[in-house]
């Protein structure tokens, strides 16, 4: 499948950009979401690609996120070690987590705090993707609930109105 | 489907493989080993036949630490990195259970980066080298560890198990010697065996099983079921511990690839909170974690059963109900030769450390490989199927 997509690299780089977004709004605005992210003792993770400049940082507040794309230390690096990986993850094809187990991720610091930003993508995963598409995604994935729902189309709002500033 | 596969390793097995040690230091240019082992392995006099290969070989007794407690620490690892500095010394030799070959991953791990920061080494494929030469020699037949690429040390101030992997840490030769399993208890045989038995079957049910995984594991469910009765009833009996020793090897390059699922998650949890040994953590959970994946796992469950009851008939289901009920059969029989606990209440468990233990279950990295998820719910009713 991968080797069929031209361009991944820029196709990456915008659906990086949704989830910078979608992280941000999440982290403010879904309870669930943030109480995931909660449990986790590092103060600040990277996602990147490597042989690539894709890259962004998270560094956890008590009320909000802050991201930037600087080449900064953080205590909790995600590196894909191919653009393929990433892309199927920030496509919705796979999961974090099964990317994890396809040894497909390079891991600088705690299992078990890159297990938790994994329960935390998921949600996000489903909240971004239709269920449809993620049901077959997931291991177990029952459906999103109609508040839940609503989250998602706040969000995809909330992201239209910014996309175009 | 996607799955990688490695097996580094030269397993030399059977009856003195021990002396082959100081020649293949010497194959491999290195002559300042350090032996890792620990104090009960010591007293026991499981060393002298490593003494007695090294004298008659007329190669340099080496240095030896044995200074590890039964769960390895992140201070028993930097202890060791500063004797492996101090002595100048140029290869590792692990003489032990998992607790000393997984000491000795985490050493290769600081003398090949050279830094003496463990936890900042944690992580998974993080490494940039092999580092120096690596023998292990298990003396239970249980882990694994002489053949795979993960260590699992604890960190007492977070009070939790710190999970590194890297295929860097594979030992380069494993060596198996009945001799050094002979004198192993019944209990830890029993808990050793049957931890083996559950990399065995994680590793076939899992996310990551493929085809030469597979076949691994198949043949170690088969070895350990034919063999782990007999290695507690006649501990003496140098056939039986070599096959186990197999087995277990056998069981370990399956899980190293394939790796474990939620009974190693429940069980890392509760030896971090209640401070049992490995083997009897997951002697408790196996029976619940097979449960919790029956749904999802019937085929697997139905295909295993060839391995220990091949003249049963059936559909799948009623094949995969027959292997459970085999496998809780098993744990039984093993429980009453062996005497170790037989649920979570006889090992200092309370409601109290059930929070505590089902948090870090949740967070423990082999979850990641098991087909169901392991939720709060999952944790809750599998502890409460093994008080």
């Known amino acids: 499948m991968c080797k069929l997509v031209k361009g991944k690299e820029t196709i990456v780089k915008m659906l990086l950009s949704i989830f910078r977004k979608s992280l941000i709004y999440l982290y403010k605005n879904d309870n669930e979401f943030k109480s995931i992210l909660s449990n986790v003792n590092c103060g600040c993770f990277s996602i990147s690609v490597l042989k690539s400049d894709l890259r962004i940082n998270v560094v956890l507040g008590k009320k909000s996120v802050y991201i930037d794309s600087d080449n900064r230390r953080c205590d909790l690096e995600i590196v894909f070690k191919n653009l393929c990986f990433a892309f199927k993850v920030f496509s919705g094809f796979i999961s974090l987590e099964e990317v994890f187990a396809y040894k497909g991720i390079i891991l600088k610091g705690s299992i078990s705090d890159a297990l938790t930003i994994t329960r935390a993508i998921k949600r996000l995963q489903a909240l971004i993707f239709p269920d449809l598409w993620i049901g077959r995604t997931f291991k177990e994935f029952t459906g999103t609930k109609l508040e839940e729902k609503l989250t998602f189309l706040k969000f995809y709002f909330y992201f239209l109105m910014n996309a175009r500033r | ?387």
């Open chain 2, 1 to 387: 489907m996607y799955f990688e596969f490695l097996t580094p390793t030269k397993v030399i097995a059977g009856d003195d493989a021990i002396f082959k040690l100081p020649f293949e230091l010497e194959q491999a240019k290195v002559n300042k080993p350090i032996i890792l082992t620990d104090k009960g392995i010591v007293g026991a006099g499981i060393l002298s036949p490593v003494e007695l290969a090294f004298k008659e070989y007329k190669f340099k007794m080496p240095t030896v630490f044995d200074d590890i407690p039964p769960e390895t620490s992140v201070e028993s690892v930097q202890t060791a990195f500063k004797i492996f500095k101090s002595e100048n010394c140029d290869s590792i030799v692990a003489i032990g259970g998992g607790s000393v070959i997984d000491t000795a991953k985490a050493l290769r791990m600081m003398v090949a980066e050279n830094n003496s920061d463990l936890m900042s080494l944690a992580g998974a494929d993080n490494l940039s080298g092999k580092g120096p030469v690596f023998i292990a020699a298990p003396t239970t037949s249980g882990t694994g560890s002489e053949v795979t690429s993960v260590a699992v040390i604890y960190d007492s101030k977070s009070s939790s198990k710190i999970a590194f992997a890297s295929d860097f840490l594979i030992p380069d030769i494993a060596i198996l010697d009945p001799v050094l399993t002979i004198s192993l208890p019944k209990k830890l045989t029993a808990a050793s065996g049957i931890d083996a038995l559950s990399h065995a079957i994680e590793a076939y049910i899992g996310i990551q099983s493929n085809h030469i995984s597979k076949a691994l594991s198949f043949k170690a469910v088969n070895m350990i079921f034919n063999n782990l009765i007999d290695a507690i009833a006649n501990g003496k009996d140098k056939k039986v511990r070599l096959n186990m020793l197999i087995a277990s090897t056998i069981a370990g390059m399956a899980f190293s690839n394939s790796m474990v699922g939620v009974v190693h998650s429940l069980a890392h949890a509760s030896g971090a909170v209640l401070h049992i040994p490995h083997g009897v953590a997951i002697s408790l959970f196996l029976e619940a974690g097979l449960r919790e994946n029956f749904a999802k796992c019937k085929k697997e469950y139905s295909e295993l059963l060839n391995t220990v009851k091949c003249d049963f008939l059936g559909d799948k289901e009623s094949r995969a109900n027959e292997f459970l009920k085999v496998v809780g059969d098993f744990l039984k029989e093993l429980r009453r030769l062996s005497g170790i606990p037989s649920g979570l209440k006889e090992v200092g468990y309370t409601k109290e450390t059930e929070k505590r233990i089902i948090e870090l279950a949740i967070s423990d990295g082999s979850s990641i490989f098991n087909k169901i998820e392991l939720t709060e719910e999952v944790a809750r009713r599998m502890i409460e199927a093994s008080l």
